[in-house]
């Protein structure tokens, strides 16, 4: 007992006081030497990548997750799993291709600042203790492993679905608010390469004389009125159906009931998170006829000499368009679940 008391005397004594700190230094100085290894080890690793993702693998999130807290960085990691690319249902590899646009646009926008998170993909077939660890059930998974940990199950972030839902800017939207890092702009890439563009620019270079030609002369098909009238109403289509979202999101056509022995297909999904290609198709169906019916009644009906005639097919015209915009907006309501109410005088009521 006196040598344990004459210890602690001598531990907070004010000779041994100004030893404190070099102690603490020297006990910490394997944890920082570590973080700083660390850190330059996930920088070299992410130079490799033209997209800036690292490859993650069990024993690198370990030494990731092994880092006290406040850590020099936060992480953000997706699960994915190749074996699941073919299922259209899951839509892996356009969430994985938003989440590579969000990575290199934060390279990008931030050239000499970039090491207060780094972007990772990890494999389920590499690192299925990982999975575990995290309790990952469905994918597209995305975690984020903020700066300050206590708990890592409980302090890790996980991104809901609304952070799926407009691709790498709800994704942007998702890191800026909970890691607190600045990404800026997401910057996305042409559809068409720059040497294509400049195979095609060569291409029309040496076919424009000929084309001026026939262009002079009438006979093309941009100057037959109806293509033109054709491509009018594809282009309507298109617009009301939402097909540019459909393709940039790269949104499934349908999803397969896995409750279902049959395996019936689903063409209109319930919730506002996501949205399938057969439904704006089928609004965009819906929309069509209405415009289709509106340019008839302004232009063709108006014509019609017989009173009767005209009569009857402006009112089934109205009956069809009424018809067609009531189904889109029960469509709305049931898939929000916000309703949209017709307004009528209060005399009427």
Known sequence: MKTSIKLSRMAISPIHAPLLPITLLFLLSPIITHSNDLHSELIHLR???????????????????????????????????????????????????????????????????????????????????????????????????????????????????????MGAVSMKEFVETNANVYVGPIHTRPVIPKKMMMVIGAGFLIWSPYLVKRFVIGNTILQDKYVWMSGSILVYFFSVAGTMFTIIRKAPLFLIDRNDPAGKSIMFYQGPGMQLGAEGFAVGFLYTIVGLLLAFMTHVSVRLKNKGTQNLLMALGLFVSFWAVQKVIYLNNWKTGYGIHPYWPSRWK
């Open 47 to 165: 130079s490799k990548s033209l997209l800036g993702l690292i490859h993650l693998k069990d024993n690198l999130l370990q030494r990731i997750l092994s880092i006290p807290s406040p850590k020099p960085f936060s992480s953000l990691i997706f699960f994915d799993a190749r074996q699941l690319h073919a299922k259209s249902e899951n839509s892996i590899p356009s969430v994985k291709y938003e989440f590579s646009l969000l990575s290199s646009s934060y390279l990008t926008n931030n050239p000499g600042n970039n090491t207060h998170i780094f972007f990772f993909i990890i494999e389920f077939e590499e690192s299925k203790s990982s999975f575990e660890f995290f309790d990952v059930k469905s994918i597209p998974h995305v975690r984020l492993v903020p700066v300050r940990v206590d708990d890592v199950k409980k302090d890790c972030v996980r991104m809901g679905a609304s952070g799926f839902s």
